[in-house]
């Protein structure tokens, strides 16, 4: 069983940046595919960004050019800069792991407003 813990949400003004960490315990977070996903309000979840247990990345075309996804195996932990971020960035952030996911950690708010 893994269990993720984000943290770094909280409340940034327009053009603002925050860094979201995921921290996954078990021994098996190398060999996982790592995602951030997000859910506004009134809208569906979508996929921000995911990174393979290689590195390679898939970023959303809505965030793609000011948010980066990263991973350190050393620490068990997934990251998500997320810079120039604007009002239709807030959301619940979700950190996952699997691709499909498979595991949910119980998300970290942020905001984004003047």
């Known amino acids: 069983q893994v269990q993720l813990v984000e943290s770094g949400g909280g409340l940034v003004q327009p053009g603002g940046s925050l860094r979201l960490s995921c921290v996954a315990s078990?021994?098996?977070?190398?060999?996982?595919?790592m995602g951030w996903y997000r859910q506004a309000p009134g809208k569906q979840r979508e996929l921000v960004a995911i990174?393979?247990?290689?590195?390679?990345?898939k970023i959303a075309d809505s965030v793609k050019g000011r948010f980066t996804i990263s991973r350190d195996n050393t620490r068990n932990t997934a990251y998500l800069q997320m810079n120039s971020l604007n009002p239709e960035d807030t959301a619940l952030y979700y950190c996952t792991g699997g691709d499909p996911p498979t595991y949910w950690g119980q998300g970290t708010q942020v905001t984004v407003s003047s």
């Open positions: 990174i393979t247990n290689a590195g390679t990345t």
């Open positions: 078990g021994s098996i977070f190398r060999f996982l595919a």
